[in-house]
């Protein structure tokens, strides 16, 4: 078990109907490489996984937006689901929260609709990028370029489209993290 992540903080941005192995799989990766991982809503109770076709577990709020600081953070992950990153778009809170991110040049991962959030926190434009099939024109009406990957890479953000992509996104997002700040990522 590698421990290249020792020291690192990282926030997991996530509400209501997030893909269950999308907020797991990377926290668990993160976790092995030593990180500490802190799931962040916007309010301080559990919020409820959607796994496939159903509700599925609900997961304990480390922090609420309110009292997660970003700057105590060396990373972000965005998992999708239909329900959560909605929700997010739409609540400028997360949105603050997340330009942080970019404006401090962190890495951030987002996987599936996850990129919604990205789109509305006005961070894509002339970013490389993939994502769940159906946000592609979304991503290329907000300035992005879309590619069909199962993960890309863009000065410290890591897109990935479906679970299907989990391992390959978690790798690449442990490694961009372990390489830290990245000059290139931008607002």
Known sequence: MSQQLNGKQVAILATDGFEESELSEPRKAMQEAGATVHIVAPGKEGIR?????????TYAVDK???????????ALVLPGGLFNPDNLRQDEKALTFTRHFFEAHKPVGAICHGPWVLI???????????????VSQDLKNAG???????????????????PKDLDAFC?????????GKHTNQHA
Not at 171 to 179: F, M, Q
């Open 120 to 134: 509305n926190a006005g961070v894509v434009q002339g970013r490389t990028m993939t994502s769940f099939p159906s």
């Open 49 to 57: 996984a959607w796994a496939k076709t159903d509700w599925g577990d």
């Open 64 to 74: 609420s937006l309110d009292e997660a600081n970003p700057a105590d953070y060396h």
């Open 144 to 162: 992005a370029e879309w590619v069909d990957k199962e993960v890309v890479v863009d000065s410290g953000l890591v897109t990935s489209r479906t």
């Open 171 to 179: 790798s690449k997002l442990v490694e961009e993290i372990c390489e």
